[in-house]
């Protein structure tokens, strides 16, 4: 297997998930070394109206193969070539939908790609390993509108 990752260069990849409104919000930010060391970094805001109010905070180094795994996804799933917003079919932007906004710095290089959930497309296998497997986020226990400032 030929390595996916530069080895002159660490790189950062960032995951905002803003679910409908009144939601947690999530930030999932993955750092990979030159030399394979991975940590994950893990955030969840009480609710929409209260993002700043964590109610989850937490950093673990992560297993270099999953890093590896995380990044072969990206590429399978052409991250680098998506545009940054999907244009907007016939029916235009779901309302309420959830939102995915996925960022990477790699090499010098950056880019952003921002989604409803309805519309990942390829990019559901990075984000769903990124934020649910890797970070170990369930999106469905989080709290919801009021229910979130008990």
């Known amino acids: 297997m030929t390595a996916l990752l530069d080895p002159e260069h ?3 990849y960032r995951m905002i998930v803003v679910l409908r409104p009144y939601n947690s919000p999530v930030v999932v930010r993955l750092r990979l070394t030159s030399i394979g060391d ?4 893990v ?26 795994k995380f990044v ?7 991250f680098w070539s998506e545009p940054v917003k999907k244009p907007p079919g016939p029916r235009g932007v779901p309302v309420g939908d959830e939102s995915w906004m996925l960022e990477c710095n790699r090499a010098g290089n950056y880019h952003v790609v921002l989604r409803a959930v309805s519309e990942l497309g390829a ?18 226990s989080l709290p919801v509108g009021p229910a979130a400032e008990k």
């Not at 991975?38 to 970094?41: D, K, L, M, S």
């Not at 072969?72 to 052409?78: E, G, I, R, T, V």
């Not at 990019?123 to 469905?140: H, S, Y």
């Open 38 to 41: 991975a940590e994950c970094v």
């Open 43 to 68: 955030k969840v805001g009480r609710d929409g109206g209260h993002p700043y109010i964590l109610t989850v905070n937490r950093a673990f180094e992560v297993p270099r193969l999953d890093g590896i």
């Open 10 to 12: 660490p790189e950062a």
């Open 72 to 78: 072969s996804l990206l590429q399978d799933a052409k």
């Open 123 to 140: 990019l559901k296998d990075p984000a769903v390993f990124l934020v649910i497997q890797l970070a170990g986020v369930d999106l469905r």
